[in-house]
């Protein structure tokens, strides 16, 4: 849904993934789930402001959600090996000119 050709859509899945993030990250915690999940989540950063917004919303939350709760598992959680793209695709994101 997140490449719908309608961009209320579009922000209406996003907004939903967001509080998917929020308060069901475990769900996403899956390696087959997240890999999807983070890809198509990135790509849709990118899309119009609204959309853009809800989706960094997302990342923040699945973020804080997923966030080790002891020392020995700082080290890495499942969105360990999105870190590299997910800080690109956010680093990009907060030069764009269409807000």
Known sequence: MFKDKNA???????WVMSRVCEHHAD????????NHFMF???????????ISNQCCSA????ASS??????????????????????QVLLANTERDDF
């Open 8 to 14: 209320k859509v579009r922000e209406a899945i996003s």
């Open 27 to 34: 769900v996403l915690s899956n390696p087959q789930i997240i």
């Open 40 to 50: 198509c989540l990135l790509e849709a950063v990118k899309d119009r402001p609204r």
């Open 59 to 62: 990342i923040m939350k699945l």
């Open 66 to 87: 997923l966030e080790p709760s002891t020392q020995q598992e700082q080290r890495a959680n499942a969105l360990t090996p999105f870190y590299a793209d997910t800080m």
